[in-house]
């Protein structure tokens, strides 16, 4: 009898232990689902009110498939749906945490409305309001996950005291679930924390390969990408093509007299005044050094000369300021080129508007050429 007792008690052990470590298993592909969907706006404690809303509903979603994968006894079952709900008050704060928590209890009350059922309320109530008070706190991060996860634990030990009169069941059952609650918790916390960090540093790369550092602008890389999707555009949904080629007059004395760190501000205040005397939709790119480009599609060449007038205009009447107190004075030359009015063949702008920038270099600087009129 003794024997038979024991084999029904390992049994069951045995069971627990596979059911707590497939509520593990979904939790996690759970997180690499919501962080693959949501990757692009993950939920923060400045989150839009209805990106907290719509992600309280997918945590409680994600809790009531977690109860489907219960431990049952008799009618009291176990498993891991405060994990989701915690995670969305770490992250998210009171709003997403307490609509987890009411679909929580609504998916709970569904399955059984019994003594365990109202014990789940309880306890969900009970770890919502700690883990919402813990994440206001002002402590590192692993300490609220602590602090979070254990107290969930003791909640669900004096529930489940309460609710189970077999000692021996609960001896064995206790500690096993404060075992997976934690791995859970943890590894929840720590596979959140990785997959964020890692999208971070992926946009951070994306926007470096397209970004210039110094100015912010587009890149050359950039450019050439934008310039050649345009090119593909002309004709369906863009009928005509211009490109400014514009450099610093007497740059390289700048730097040689003021030092490169100054010569970087008269850089990022240029591409400023650029980015404020160009439209919208027209693309400004750092090409390299102090060379700098503006594509402005559906744009004649009448109006693309009245833009670089303008740009130039511009920059010859502000005062650039310098770190240290002084202000000089620059100028820049612009070259035009413009599809179809001075170029016929779209994929030459390039080469015509550089031709256009070197002639008004060389005919006294601080002047606009076209390309048209260099022929």
């Given at each position: 009898?003794?024997?038979?007792m024991?084999?029904?008690?390992?049994?069951i052990i045995m069971?627990?232990?596979?059911d707590l470590f497939t509520?593990?298993?979904i939790v996690?592909?759970?997180l690499f689902?919501y962080?693959?969907?949501?990757?692009a706006?993950?939920?923060k404690k400045?989150?839009?009110?209805?990106?907290?809303?719509?992600?309280?509903?997918?945590?409680?979603l994600f809790?009531n498939?977690?109860?489907q994968y219960?431990?049952r006894?008799d009618t009291?079952i176990?498993?891991?749906r405060h994990?989701p709900?915690?995670?969305l008050a770490?992250f998210?704060?009171?709003l997403?945490?307490?609509?987890?928590?009411?679909?929580?209890?609504?998916?709970?009350l569904?399955?059984?409305?019994n003594?365990?059922?109202?014990?789940?309320?309880i306890?969900?109530?009970?770890i919502?309001?700690?883990?919402?008070?813990i994440?206001?706190q002002?402590m590192s991060?692993?300490n609220?996950?602590i602090l979070?996860l254990?107290?969930?634990n003791?909640?669900?030990?004096f529930v489940?005291?309460?609710?189970?009169?077999?000692?021996s069941?609960?001896?064995?059952?206790?500690?096993?679930y404060?075992?997976?609650?934690?791995l859970?918790?943890?590894?929840?916390?720590?596979i959140?924390?990785?997959?964020r960090?890692?999208?971070?540093?992926?946009e951070k790369y994306?926007s470096?390969?397209t970004?210039?550092g110094l100015?912010g602008?587009?890149?050359?890389?950039?450019?050439?990408?934008v310039?050649?999707?345009l090119?593909?555009e002309l004709n369906?949904s863009?009928q005509?093509?211009s490109?400014?080629y514009?450099?610093?007059?007497?740059?390289?004395k700048?730097?040689?007299t003021?030092?490169?760190?100054?010569?970087?501000?008269v850089?990022?205040?240029?591409g400023?005044l650029l980015?404020?005397?160009?439209?919208?939709f027209?693309?400004?790119?750092r090409?390299?050094?102090?060379?700098f480009?503006?594509?402005l599609?559906?744009?004649?060449?009448v109006?693309?000369k009245?833009i670089a007038?303008?740009?130039r205009?511009?920059?010859?009447?502000?005062?650039?300021?310098?770190?240290g107190?002084?202000?000089?004075?620059?100028t820049v030359?612009?070259g035009?080129?413009?599809?179809i009015?001075?170029?016929?063949n779209?994929?030459?702008?390039i080469?015509d508007?550089?031709k256009?920038?070197y002639a008004a270099?060389?005919?006294g600087?601080n002047k606009?050429?076209?390309h048209?009129?260099i022929?």
């Amino acid at each position: 009898m003794k024997k038979n007792m024991i084999w029904y008690f390992m049994v069951i052990i045995m069971l627990m232990i596979k059911d707590l470590f497939t509520n593990l298993a979904i939790v996690v592909s759970l997180l690499f689902l919501y962080s693959h969907i949501f990757s692009a706006s993950p939920l923060k404690k400045d989150s839009t009110f209805m990106r907290k809303v719509l992600l309280g509903v997918v945590g409680g979603l994600f809790s009531n498939i977690l109860m489907q994968y219960s431990i049952r006894i008799d009618t009291t079952i176990v498993d891991l749906r405060h994990i989701p709900i915690i995670l969305l008050a770490f992250f998210g704060g009171t709003l997403p945490a307490v609509i987890g928590m009411v679909l929580v209890i609504i998916g709970r009350l569904v399955i059984g409305v019994n003594a365990s059922a109202y014990a789940s309320v309880i306890l969900m109530v009970l770890i919502t309001i700690f883990s919402t008070f813990i994440s206001k706190q002002r402590m590192s991060k692993k300490n609220k996950a602590i602090l979070m996860l254990t107290f969930s634990n003791i909640i669900f030990t004096f529930v489940i005291i309460y609710l189970l009169s077999d000692v021996s069941l609960l001896v064995k059952l206790v500690p096993l679930y404060w075992i997976i609650s934690y791995l859970a918790g943890f590894l929840s916390f720590y596979i959140l924390d990785f997959i964020r960090k890692s999208q971070f540093l992926l946009e951070k790369y994306k926007s470096e390969s397209t970004t210039d550092g110094l100015t912010g602008l587009n890149n050359v890389r950039k450019f050439d990408e934008v310039f050649n999707s345009l090119i593909k555009e002309l004709n369906k949904s863009i009928q005509s093509l211009s490109l400014l080629y514009i450099d610093i007059d007497f740059f390289k004395k700048i730097n040689d007299t003021y030092g490169h760190s100054e010569g970087d501000l008269v850089l990022k205040r240029l591409g400023t005044l650029l980015t404020e005397a160009t439209r919208s939709f027209d693309v400004v790119s750092r090409n390299g050094g102090e060379e700098f480009t503006v594509l402005l599609p559906d744009t004649s060449v009448v109006r693309a000369k009245d833009i670089a007038e303008h740009i130039r205009k511009t920059v010859e009447s502000t005062e650039f300021s310098l770190s240290g107190g002084g202000v000089i004075k620059v100028t820049v030359s612009v070259g035009v080129a413009s599809y179809i009015d001075t170029t016929e063949n779209p994929g030459m702008l390039i080469e015509d508007a550089d031709k256009a920038l070197y002639a008004a270099k060389k005919t006294g600087r601080n002047k606009v050429c076209c390309h048209n009129a260099i022929n």
